[in-house]
C-alpha cells in the first residue's frame, strides 16, 4: 500500500464531516407549511445577501452553509426554470425537477471534488391545496428528503426543529406559522431577533401567477406584533389560574449564513 493512501470510504467520511461542521456554523433557517401556503423564516442580518428567493412561479429556494457556493445553486436553478419554462410550458417547471437537479450537481461535487459544498438547501413548491404542496431537502451530498409540513436545517437544526414541532399543527394562519417560527429559532432564555434582521417570505397559494412573496417593513412588524398578542392572550388564563398568594446574530460571501 502506497505511503499516504487514504481509502474511498475514509475519504468520504472525511468530505462529510467537513460539509457538516460548516454548515452547522451558520444560523438555522425554518421552512413550513400554513393554511395558504409555505412560509420561509431566517435570522440575517444583511439586506443585500439572501437565504430565500424565487426560483420561479410557484416555487421558493431556501439555503444555510457558505453563501456563494449556494448562491451558484440557486442560479443554476433559474436558469433551469427559465429555460425549460420558455421551452415546454410554464407548468412544466417543478421542484421536483429542480431537487432532482440540484441532486446530480451537488452528488457530483461531492464525489469529485477535494472540497464538499458546505451547503443545505429546500426547494418548495405551492400547490391548489396543502395536499399539493412539495418540500424537498437536499443535503451537501445529494441526498433528498421529502418533508412533510416543516423542515428545520443549519445550525443546532435538531433542537429547532424539536421546538418547532412543539407548535406546529397542520392549518396555522401566517401569524401563527411565523410565531412557531420564532420561537423555535429563539434559544430558551434568548432574544428574539427583530424585525430588521429576519428575512421572512411566502408561497401564497391565493396569489396570481407569482406566488412568492417578500414579507418586510411595517407588514411583518404588523404580523409579529398580531404573534406576540396572540402569545400573550395563552398565557393570560394559566396566570389567572395562579394562587392569590403566588408572587407576580452576518453573512458575508467567504462566512457561513
Given amino acids: 500500500m502506497p505511503f499516504g493512501y487514504v481509502s474511498p470510504e475514509q475519504q468520504m467520511r472525511d468530505k462529510a464531516d467537513y460539509a457538516r461542521k460548516g454548515i452547522a456554523r451558520g444560523r438555522s433557517v425554518v421552512v413550513l407549511q400554513y393554511e395558504d401556503g409555505i412560509l420561509f423564516v431566517a435570522p440575517n442580518p444583511s439586506r443585500a ?20 457556493e449556494f448562491e451558484a445553486l440557486r442560479l443554476g436553478g433559474i436558469r433551469y426554470a427559465d429555460i425549460n419554462g420558455y421551452n415546454y410550458d410554464r407548468d412544466d ?21 477535494p472540497k464538499p459544498f458546505e451547503v443545505e438547501i429546500v426547494v418548495a413548491e405551492v400547490g391548489d391545496s396543502s395536499e399539493e404542496d412539495h418540500i424537498y431537502r437536499l443535503t451537501f451530498d445529494g441526498s433528498v428528503f421529502d418533508e412533510t409540513g416543516l423542515v428545520a436545517m443549519g445550525g443546532q437544526a435538531e433542537a429547532v426543529a424539536g421546538r418547532l414541532k412543539e407548535r406546529y399543527r397542520e392549518g396555522l394562519s401566517l401569524t401563527e406559522a411565523l410565531e412557531a417560527a420564532l420561537y423555535a429559532l429563539t434559544e430558551p432564555g434568548g432574544e428574539r431577533s427583530p424585525a ?52 407576580e446574530g452576518d453573512i458575508d460571501t467567504g462566512s457561513n449564513g
Fill in 49 to 68: 445577501l439572501h437565504k430565500i428567493s424565487e426560483i420561479y412561479d410557484k416555487i421558493g429556494f431556501a439555503a444555510v452553509g457558505r453563501y456563494n
Fill in 93 to 113: 417547471v417543478t421542484a421536483r425537477g429542480l431537487a432532482n437537479l440540484y441532486a446530480q450537481n451537488l452528488g457530483q461535487i461531492f464525489t469529485e471534488s
Fill in 196 to 247: 430588521g434582521q429576519l428575512e421572512v417570505a411566502v408561497l401564497d397559494r391565493n396569489r396570481p401567477h407569482r406566488k412568492f412573496l417578500r414579507l418586510a417593513g411595517p407588514r411583518l412588524e404588523r404580523l409579529l406584533a398580531e404573534g406576540s398578542g396572540a402569545a400573550a392572550e395563552t398565557a393570560t388564563p394559566e396566570a389567572a389560574d395562579a394562587p392569590a398568594t403566588a408572587p
